[in-house]
């Protein structure tokens, strides 16, 4: 379909829906992966604490 | 995807080079479903503590669970006592006899085995002296947080040079961040230790990095650091139960020493909770066993005979340690 059949009123309530899921995608995503390794980002590889350039031992979820 | 245990830390380069080798590494690994190879040291040791068995118990769990989050699990670990290493830094000032080699290994080996590692372990002595050339020493830079730690260490360790030492835990024969030029190296390396080792990893990195700038040789190096391992086995506090007290000991006053030994009430150091619970597990379970240990561990000449009569790889070095006991 032409995307100029689609009236206005409707594109528009699809356009914001797509944010909007995309943004709770976004909130799930965080919400079931709070321990996912921020710095760095190591492959798929999930850990609570990483090692600084200091030698020293951050926890993932704060440093996140 | 399956994560790292909450008790481990997980060290990689954070260089913008260094990293991609390492995800890269770890890619090829796993296409190729080998596993890297694992790596422990033990430092110099007179006489063997209990809590040995805990710290092995705990890494065994990382070897056999976290390594093999990584890639496939490891074929090979390989132990290697800093010993001579120091002993040469600090110029002949620490213990430079084969026995604090032999007594750290045989330790380590025995304990592994004991809390059920089955896969090959391969013992060796690190070389004697520096092996990273003085010449990259200009080119490494630690951090000021660093550099202040290992200060630190200097006064508390004032006949070896903690510089030159943290730069030597990334040569061939420690942690092996530096490739030994005509060797067949595997694809990556993961290293365990206690919380300690977090530092050294980091002193590491930046060896890395500048040999890296050289153009020399490297093997991209994971680091799995046990954050409940505050402080490492092979340097013992004077109230620690050691192996050779079991004898005439019963397993209650065993295991209410490991207890005391824990606890900052009985004068005993916290930071030792994690090994000492799972020490007085491994007594409580398979006394026969630890007393068996035990009397491997009497001295440096039974060590050497449990060293040469069990299933361990020996190199090279470690061979000529044992000739000479």
Known sequence: ?64 | MRGLQDSVALAVPLDSVLRPSLEAAILKARARRQGPEVRLGAGPLARAPLRVLGFADLAREVVERDAAVLASPPRQVVLFSSAPKLAALAGGGWETSPAATVMGLAALAGALRLVGMRCDLKLEEAVAGREISAELDPTICFTNSLEMWLAERQIAHPEADARSYAIEHASPSMFGDLALSGEDEPIFRVTIGPRPEARFFAARMAVAEAAHRRGMPLVPGVGLILRGSRRPWYQPMEFEPMFDDLAGMSLAVVTERLRSAASPERGGNPGLKREMHRTSRIVGASPESVMALGQHLAGPASAADFLRSSDFTIGPRLEQALAAL
Do not use: C, H, W
């Not at chain 1, 699809?14 to 992966?33: D, I, K, W």
């Not at chain 1, 321990?35 to 996140?64: C, H, N, S, T, W």
């Open chain 1, 1 to 64: 379909m032409n995307s100029r059949a689609i009236p206005l009123a409707r594109r528009e309530r699809a356009v914001v829906s797509a944010t909007e899921m995309r943004a709770q995608l976004v909130a799930v995503e965080e919400a079931v992966q709070p321990r996912k390794l921020m710095a760095p980002r190591l492959l798929d590889i999930y850990a609570a604490a990483f090692v600084d350039r200091d030698g020293g031992i951050e926890d993932a979820r704060a440093a996140g």
